[in-house]
């Protein structure tokens, strides 16, 4: 059995706050999820909804209040853990009074990479993000997009199995997004997994195998992108022919929207009627062309969902 | 290990340096070029220690401000801005990362130090003084005495504000080099309570003043060998024990 690239299990987090430390906000609930190995994985999810506590748990940078995390079989934390991955966290903030160059290479030592190969390493990465003709100048001269783009770079470094990246396109243009993107799929190529965390739906759209949704420090949605946008659908879409528009029409609820050319018509239903309209069509002699469920965007799903959830802002406070 | 123990003792003298500390010697050299062509007017029988004890007075006080700055401000800067997101999520150890630091902070005031030194011994010969045994031996023991401060500004740094752990470690010179005193008073108290007190004070508090060598060095006192290895051993002591507290604190705490 392969062993899941992230593995986490009843993972909570309770940070308590106020000079008496008295009030407590739960910022992650019992977090099941499983990650395997070369998926692109989205975790989405408003302001406090729990995204960065959970990549924060992840890395070991916060301790969990009870539950437990596994990267590549490894405790989460472990050094073994953490050689597998590179990370980039959100508004990363690298030693001003370093060079993008110099940054990357303390990254790279820290590593535990040295010599010809850090070299080598330290050139890719900052070529990968086109940083090379950048690189020798000091970082606090860099522009955020520039800043974002040598963190990238350094979380490239030693080709780790595992990528985590916090909210990876803040501060890019649409050319950077781009390459981004184009990057990321080149990671996922090579055989890394991906843990991308953002705000920027699109991204997660377009290249994202499967997405968790996050409210309130809680898991609400998880699945492959394909499913979840399927199985959120609630109208299809539906081609007969044989069959004549009016009788569609009678069989149809008003709600449906009907349109016929070349003979066929197309109708664009609710599922439940459209299920009924088929059988009475074939019924009749017609025959099914085309039978679409109508997917609905992410950011529908992602919309919805806070909706349901009555989308609260951060995690619960007691 | 040592790899990236040095990658970070190298970056924090590299951030120091590029931060312009280099500047306090260009400071004491000028400091100390003045002051002794004042003293010069002012001083006939006691010149050679009035210049010694400025000289080393000045040297200490400059590289004591330098190292509590260096050893608090660069870690907190790192926690405040989340660069450590960036560093402590390699395969490092956390224990490796704090001690990493304070070898910086350790290579910067020594490198300064060393600077300084030359200068002063350079200044002593240009107004025709001779650098004895006690001199350099003050200058050499200093070092041990901004260990013991660096080590302890990196551990409250590990848990504490920039402001607060400045002015507790600022707070550390100053009773360290009081602390004997502290414990000679409260031991002729009639209160036990202050008898006490005055305990428990010299023994949480560095005694500094037993790694000082800087009055033997103005009266010319050249101290023992065996003097010398008990004060860096003394010294060794404390920072190996407030260097395994900053680990056990850094390793426990969240960054959030």
Redesign the interface.
């Known amino acids: 059995m392969t062993t899941a690239a992230i593995q986490t299990i009843g993972l909570s987090k309770t940070y308590t706050l106020g000079f008496l430390m008295n009030r407590r906000v739960k910022a992650l609930q019992s977090l099941d999820l499983t990650v395997q190995p070369g998926q692109i994985y989205g975790v989405l999810g408003p302001n406090g909804a729990g995204k960065s506590t959970t990549l924060k748990l992840l890395l070991a940078l916060v301790k969990p209040t009870s539950g437990r995390a596994l990267i590549f079989g490894h405790p989460a934390g472990s050094k073994a853990g953490r050689a597998e991955v590179g990370f980039l966290p959100e508004n990363p903030a690298p030693h001003d009074y370093l060079t993008g160059r110099e940054f990357v290479r303390m990254c790279g030592q820290l590593r535990g990479l040295s010599g010809v190969e850090l070299d080598r390493e330290v050139d890719q990465a900052l070529a990968r993000v086109e940083m090379t003709r950048t690189a020798g100048l000091a970082i606090r001269r860099y522009s955020k997009g520039m800043v974002q783009r040598v963190s990238l770079a350094q979380s490239l470094l030693g080709k780790p199995r595992l990528l985590i990246l916090d909210e990876p396109s803040s501060g890019l243009d649409p050319v950077g997004r781009r390459q981004f993107r184009d990057l990321v799929l080149e990671e996922k190529a090579r055989g890394a997994t991906v843990m991308l965390c953002t705000h920027i739906i699109p991204d997660v759209e377009a290249i994202c195998d499967r997405v968790a949704v996050l409210v309130g420090g809680r898991l609400v949605k998880e699945g492959p992108l394909s499913e979840l946008l399927v199985s959120e659908a609630a109208e299809v879409e539906l081609t007969l022919e044989g069959v004549d528009a009016e009788a569609v029409r009678a069989a149809c609820p008003a709600q449906a929207h009907l349109t016929t050319a070349a003979g066929r018509v197309l109708v664009r239903t609710s599922a439940e009627s459209g299920t009924a309209l088929v059988g009475a069509m074939l019924q009749r002699g017609g025959r099914l062309v085309s039978y679409t469920p109508v997917k609905h965007s992410l950011e529908q799903l992602f919309l919805s969902t806070l909706e349901s959830e009555r989308g609260a802002v951060g995690g619960d406070l007691t | 290990m040592i790899?990236?123990l040095?990658?970070?003792a190298w970056?924090g003298f590299?951030?120091a340096r590029?931060?312009r500390v280099t500047i306090v010697v260009a400071i004491f050299a000028v400091v100390l070029m003045l002051a002794t062509a004042l003293i010069t007017e002012l001083t006939v029988t006691t010149f050679r220690r009035v210049v010694i004890d400025f000289g080393l007075g000045s040297m200490t006080l400059l590289l004591v401000v330098l190292a509590v700055f260096l050893s608090t401000g660069q870690l907190s800067k790192e926690i405040d801005?989340?660069?450590i997101?960036?560093?402590?999520?390699?395969?490092?150890?956390r224990g490796t990362f704090v001690v990493g630091r304070l070898l910086g902070t350790i290579l910067t005031v020594s490198v300064l130090q060393a600077a300084m030194g030359a200068l002063f011994f350079i200044e002593l010969g240009l107004v025709g003084e001779s650098v004895g045994a006690a001199q350099v031996q003050a200058v050499a023991m200093l070092t041990f005495e901004l260990m013991i401060l660096a080590s302890i500004g990196t551990l409250m740094a590990t848990f504490a504000e920039t402001l607060t752990s400045v002015m507790v470690t600022g707070s550390v010179f100053l009773a360290g080099h009081l602390s004997s005193d502290l414990y000679l008073m409260a031991s002729k108290a009639k209160a036990p309570a202050i008898k006490l007190a005055g305990q428990v004070a010299y023994w949480l508090i560095p005694n500094l003043s037993r790694v000082s060598f800087r009055s033997q060095a103005t009266y010319d006192q050249v101290s023992s060998g065996e003097t010398l290895l008990s004060a860096a051993g003394y010294a060794l002591v404390w920072v190996a024990f407030s260097t395994c507290a900053a680990v056990i604190v850094f390793q426990?705490r969240?960054?959030?």
Do not use: Y
């Not at chain 2, 997101?85 to 150890?93: A, D, E, H, R």
């Open positions: 790899g990236q040095a990658a970070i970056n590299r951030e590029r931060n801005r989340r660069t997101f960036l560093l402590v999520t390699k395969p490092i150890g426990r969240d960054f959030k």
